[in-house]
């Protein structure tokens, strides 16, 4: 229950007809499982995108998740961003954590996703990622003061106008930090202990749904915030579940099929 096997349901949830354009298959996902056995589609990218041209395939909305770390995806991914102009392009970056880029990506991943929020209207990286992509050291500390001016730099740097820094840990609380009408504001809930696989994917899932549904940027973080931390609540509720399947979704899609709009 990660990645696309969250986004789908998701934004189907939601109303929206999906299209996947995965950058690469995977036996599993990397988190439990040892090393999986993986397949790039990356080679295939330019003969999806000439059948799209061909058939008049626009895309209004996009939503890029993890790309993995091959360069040729993310001049794809940039080429089709810039071919078609969509409404709303959410980036949700998965290239580093914990101060430090995930086994086998390389240092060019950073310019490589620059690259790719020229197009986006909104950003949604961990502290990690943000630091890399403004070029700052990722602190060991963190404060509300700090984050407002690391917020301040990507937005500048990127050019994105809406951004906000996920998984922020503060007070025992854990959620995302952004600005609004510049001043810092964080909307989070009880951290809970334990690793929780695919709550990145679904958080950012909600977000595009939310405002594709017509939501404010911060009512769109509010609502994803509680809706994971809901699910999250869910999953350790189920105590036979082994953690590394991700976390359980069914309650969160059945609020956004009853959802009438914030």
């Given at each position: 229950s990660v990645s696309l096997s969250i986004a789908i349901p998701?934004?189907?949830?939601?109303?929206?007809?999906?299209?996947?354009?995965?950058?690469m298959i995977l036996s599993t996902h990397t988190g439990g499982f040892g090393k999986p056995a993986t397949l790039s589609?990356?080679?295939?990218?330019?003969?999806?995108?000439?059948?799209?041209?061909?058939a008049d395939v626009v895309f209004e909305n996009i939503l890029v998740g993890y790309l993995g770390s091959e360069?040729?995806?993310?001049?794809?991914?940039h080429l089709l961003l810039e071919q078609n102009v969509s409404k709303l392009v959410v980036l949700d970056p998965a290239f580093a954590d914990h101060g430090k880029l995930y086994s086998g990506m390389a240092q060019s991943v950073v310019d490589d996703y620059l690259l790719l929020?020229?197009?986006?209207?909104?950003?949604?990286?961990?502290?990690?990622?943000?630091?890399?992509?403004?070029g700052q050291t990722v602190p060991i500390t963190i404060d509300e003061q700090h984050l407002s001016i690391i917020l301040e730099k990507l937005s500048q740097k990127t050019g994105v106008a809406d951004v906000g820094i996920t998984g922020v840990e503060l007070n025992n609380q854990i959620g995302?930090?952004?600005?609004?009408?510049?001043?810092?504001?964080?909307?989070?809930?009880?951290?809970?202990?334990?690793?929780?696989?695919?709550?990145?994917?679904?958080?950012?899932?909600?977000?595009?749904?939310?405002?594709?549904?017509?939501?404010?940027?911060?009512?769109?973080?509010?609502?994803?915030?509680?809706?994971?931390?809901?699910?999250?609540t869910d999953t350790i509720k189920q105590f036979s579940r082994d953690s590394r399947i991700g976390i359980v979704i069914p309650s969160?899609?059945?609020?956004?099929?009853?959802?009438?709009?914030?």
């Open positions: 998701v934004i189907t949830a939601f109303g929206i007809q999906p299209s996947i354009l995965p950058s589609v990356a080679k295939n990218f330019s003969k999806f995108q000439k059948h799209w041209h061909q360069t040729q995806v993310y001049e794809e991914i929020c020229r197009h986006a209207q909104v950003l949604l990286p961990n502290l990690t990622e943000a630091c890399f992509l403004i995302t930090a952004f600005l609004s009408d510049k001043s810092f504001t964080y909307v989070s809930s009880a951290k809970i202990s334990g690793n929780f696989f695919g709550t990145g994917d679904l958080f950012s899932s909600l977000v595009f749904g939310f405002l594709l549904s017509g939501d404010t940027f911060l009512m769109a973080l509010k609502l994803a915030n509680q809706w994971t931390s809901a699910a999250v969160v899609l059945s609020k956004i099929l009853t959802y009438k709009g914030s």
